[in-house]
């Protein structure tokens, strides 16, 4: 496979910058986009080859946004994968949340989705060839209670990504879109909304399965295979099973554990 250009969003820690350094152990020129410049720098210099890039931007703006477009038009002249995986972290029942809240991670985790599919999708369908790979959460599919502008957000990108799928499946574009459960991260940094569901949000960190190697080494590995729906957690993938074939057995499991978890148990 010849070398392909990949821009990460998200890429100055976790999920984005594992995803970064397996793409560059491959053989990838990689552009590490972070809202946090110094983050993203830390990242590239990091990673094995050359030909990686830094770049600075905040996903809400869509001028900041265009500008990561022209950067990468001027020094690679186009991208063959895209990685939406920026976002945010918000936690608390509806009756909690405020306009506010919804407003802002609706801006960073649906509509940064939104701003790089139309900047990058062009270039990609002009050439025939590439990846979209978003980044969503377990949260958009399980229909869990108290993380309500963050399940919803990220329902909107499972749903975006299975509309975009369509759409470019005869233009020689992959779509993918990543769905895992908790593990070890640095999201909880930017944490709106209830204090209490973030300490319970942390916990449930602490006590996963997984780790960020092993979820990064299952997206990537699922990636290859261009596959679509990415449960890279260990329970996922039958959760998801249980919600489908039988959703009232999977409502009546999930009450039981919320109530479970309420009682800290």
Same mark, same amino acid.
């Given at each position: 496979? !010849?070398?392909?250009? $990949?821009?990460?969003?998200? =890429?100055? !820690?976790?999920?984005?910058?594992?995803?970064?350094?397996? +793409?560059?152990?491959?053989?990838?020129? $990689?552009?590490?986009? %972070?809202?946090?410049?110094?983050?993203?720098?830390?990242?590239?210099? *990091?990673?094995?080859? !050359?030909?990686?890039?830094?770049?600075?931007?905040?996903?809400?703006?869509?001028? *900041?946004?265009?500008? #990561?477009?022209?950067?990468?038009?001027?020094?690679?002249?186009?991208?063959?994968? &895209?990685?939406?995986?920026?976002?945010?972290?918000?936690?608390?029942?509806?009756?909690?949340?405020?306009? =506010?809240?919804?407003?802002?991670? &609706?801006?960073?985790?649906?509509?940064? @989705? #939104?701003?790089?599919?139309?900047?990058?999708? /062009?270039?990609?369908?002009?050439?025939?060839?590439?990846? $979209?790979?978003?980044?969503?959460?377990?949260?958009?599919?399980?229909? *869990? /209670?108290?993380?309500?502008? +963050?399940?919803?957000?990220?329902? =909107?990108?499972?749903?975006?990504?299975?509309?975009?799928?369509?759409?470019?499946? %005869?233009?020689?574009?992959?779509?993918?879109?990543?769905? /895992?459960?908790?593990?070890?991260?640095?999201?909880?940094?930017?944490?709106?909304?209830?204090?209490?569901?973030?300490?319970?949000?942390?916990?449930?960190? %602490?006590?996963?399965?997984?780790?960020? %190697?092993?979820?990064?080494?299952?997206?990537?590995?699922?990636?290859?295979?261009?596959?679509?729906? @990415?449960?890279?957690?260990?329970?996922?993938?039958?959760?998801?099973? &249980?919600?489908?074939?039988?959703?009232?057995? +999977?409502?009546?499991?999930?009450?039981?554990?919320?109530?479970?978890?309420? *009682?800290?148990?």
């Amino acid at each position: 496979m !010849s070398q392909r250009r $990949v821009l990460i969003t998200g =890429a100055g !820690s976790g999920l984005g910058q594992a995803l970064a350094m397996r +793409y560059a152990r491959a053989g990838d020129r $990689v552009a590490c986009v %972070d809202i946090d410049a110094a983050r993203a720098e830390l990242t590239r210099a *990091a990673l094995p080859g !050359s030909g990686h890039l830094a770049l600075a931007a905040n996903v809400a703006s869509d001028e *900041a946004l265009e500008q #990561v477009h022209e950067s990468i038009a001027r020094e690679w002249g186009g991208l063959d994968v &895209l990685v939406n995986n920026a976002g945010m972290a918000t936690g608390g029942a509806m009756v909690e949340t405020t306009m =506010a809240e919804w407003r802002t991670v &609706l801006d960073v985790n649906v509509l940064s @989705v #939104v701003r790089g599919c139309r900047l990058f999708l /062009p270039g990609m369908i002009a050439a025939g060839r590439g990846h $979209v790979v978003n980044t969503a959460s377990f949260a958009g599919l399980a229909g *869990a /209670p108290s993380i309500m502008s +963050y399940g919803v957000s990220k329902a =909107a990108v499972v749903a975006l990504s299975e509309q975009l799928r369509t759409e470019v499946h %005869d233009k020689g574009i992959t779509v993918s879109v990543l769905c /895992p459960a908790f593990f070890r991260t640095n999201l909880l940094e930017s944490w709106q909304g209830n204090p209490k569901l973030k300490d319970f949000a942390r916990r449930m960190m %602490d006590t996963s399965p997984d780790t960020l %190697d092993s979820v990064a080494d299952n997206v990537f590995a699922a990636l290859g295979r261009g596959e679509f729906l @990415v449960l890279p957690t260990k329970r996922e993938p039958m959760r998801w099973r &249980l919600k489908r074939w039988l959703p009232e057995t +999977y409502f009546r499991q999930l009450l039981k554990m919320v109530k479970s978890r309420a *009682a800290g148990h």
